[in-house]
T-cell receptor, first 115, second 112 residues
Framework: ETGVTQTPRHLVMGMTNKKSLKCEQH?????MYWYKQSAKKPLELMFV???????ENNSVPSRFSPECPNSSHLFLHLHTLQPEDSALYLC??????????????FGSGTRLTVV | GENVEQHPSTLSVQEGDSAVIKCTYS??????FPWYKQELGKGPQLIID?????GEKKDQRIAVTLNKTAKHFSLHITETQPEDSAVYFC???????????FGSGTRLSIRP
């Protein structure tokens, strides 16, 4: 366990379903991120939250909706997805203090399959 | 914006030999360079990192080197073992940005 927990580990959903991915960190970090990892593609940053405020949205389609109720929890709400959205969704957290960045801690990811 | 290129995309080495993975970055303001290892079914794990005020860092069988002038950095794994088989990602960031740009990954296979 890395200290960043993602649930569920696997998810199969139809294109008309609504589901949510959950991420929880107990590291005291102040930033959380969603990444998408597809086969044969680099890691794609989707959303960044610093102290619960969204600071970046990397042109992600509106069928992905993030929510960060507090600095320990991050959700990704999914609706009306397409088969090309099938991927590994990774959550990460990091601590930035006094202008020094200490890198990410990743969760194990949620393997999403859209049918 | 920052761009990180990583080579090779796949690498196969004999157990006990060394493996080297190379990356280049484009933004001269980048000053933090982590390396991540991703095993099957897991998220990427930080294995070593280097900041721009040093040229080399070692941790047992793993070492990273940084050439700021050429904007190159490399991962060196010596005496490779089967458990080193994984996908390795280099990355670059500016300390104040807390956003990492990743390379495309290298799939390392260790032949017994």
């Amino acid at each position: 366990e890395t200290g960043v927990t993602q649930t569920p580990r696997h998810l199969v959903m139809g294109m008309t379903n609504k589901k949510s991915l959950k991420c929880e960190q107990h590291l005291g970090h102040n930033a959380m991120y969603w990444y998408k990892q597809s086969a044969k593609k680099p890691l794609e940053l989707m959303f960044v939250y610093n102290f619960k405020e969204q600071t970046e949205n990397n042109s992600v389609p509106s069928r992905f909706s993030p929510e960060c109720p507090n600095s320990s929890h991050l959700f990704l709400h999914l609706h009306t997805l397409q088969p090309e959205d099938s991927a590994l969704y990774l959550c990460a957290s990091s601590q930035e203090a006094s202008g020094t960045f200490y890198g990410y801690t990743f969760g194990s990811g949620t393997r999403l399959t859209v049918v | 914006g920052e761009n990180v290129e990583q080579h090779p995309s796949t690498l196969s080495v004999q157990e006990g030999d060394s493996a080297v993975i190379k990356c280049t970055y484009s933004d001269s303001a980048s000053n933090y360079f982590p390396w991540y290892k991703q095993e099957l079914g897991k998220g990427p794990q930080l294995i070593i990192d280097i900041r721009s005020n040093v040229g080399e860092k070692k941790d047992q069988r793993i070492a990273v080197t940084l050439n700021k002038t050429a904007k190159h950095f490399s991962l060196h794994i010596t005496e490779t073992q089967p458990e080193d088989s994984a996908v390795y990602f280099c990355a670059a960031s500016k300390s104040s940005a807390s956003k990492i740009i990743f390379g495309s990954g290298t799939r390392l296979s260790i032949r017994p």
